[in-house]
């Protein structure tokens, strides 16, 4: 079991260690193109921006098409048993990383580079990393605003149903 929310920052990790990867493959091969820096300045802010914008929705509204989850956060199965099978939160944040997406977002990234140039890099990246930030970002004002937290994985005591993909558990009070 994960945290939902790490689950979604940790993809802006893997993608930002795939950027990381391609970008001095790509800029050893190509080099840096001739393209004017001010004008791919505000074309990959302007990506990131609307990247950004469209993951927002993600916990602030229901509507499927523009990729509303608070459905799914609203529906979310509570946990009859969570200290039996909700780790800790540094084993939560460890788990979300998946080496996978990393080494998938490296190949897509690496392809679109040397296909075209450096700056379709950047432009990928922007389409991907601020998109999860916002979703991650909505998701924890969600946990916040509910006094729940969001996990994801599976209990074999407690199924979901098909449509269901996450789990919810009192948040842990502090002292103070």
């Known amino acids: 079991m994960v945290r ?39 074309a990959v802010l302007g990506v990131a921006g609307l990247s950004a914008f469209f993951g927002l929705p993600a916990g602030l509204t229901r509507v499927r098409c523009l990729g509303g989850e608070r459905h799914y956060f609203d529906a979310a199965v509570p946990l009859s048993d969570p200290g039996a099978v909700l780790p800790s939160t540094r084993r939560s944040l ?26 379709t890099v950047l432009f990928a990246y922007g389409l991907v990393a601020p998109e999860r930030v916002a979703r991650g970002l909505s998701v924890l004002l969600w946990e916040r605003r509910h006094g ?13 149903e098909h449509w269901r993909s996450l789990y919810s558990s009192p948040r842990a009070t502090t002292a103070g």
């Not at 939902?4 to 990790?13: I, P």
């Not at 729940?148 to 979901?160: D, I, K, M």
């Open 4 to 42: 939902y929310a790490h689950f979604q920052l940790m993809a802006t990790v893997e993608s930002s260690i795939a950027l990381a990867v391609a970008a001095p493959v790509v800029l050893g091969v190509h080099g840096l193109s001739s393209v004017e820096g001010r004008d791919v300045t505000y």
């Open 148 to 160: 729940l937290l969001l996990w994801r994985g599976r209990v074999e005591e407690q199924p979901l």
């Open 94 to 119: 460890r788990h979300s990383f998946d080496g996978s997406s990393a080494v998938v977002f490296g190949l897509l990234f690496l392809v679109m580079g040397l296909v075209w140039n450096f700056w």
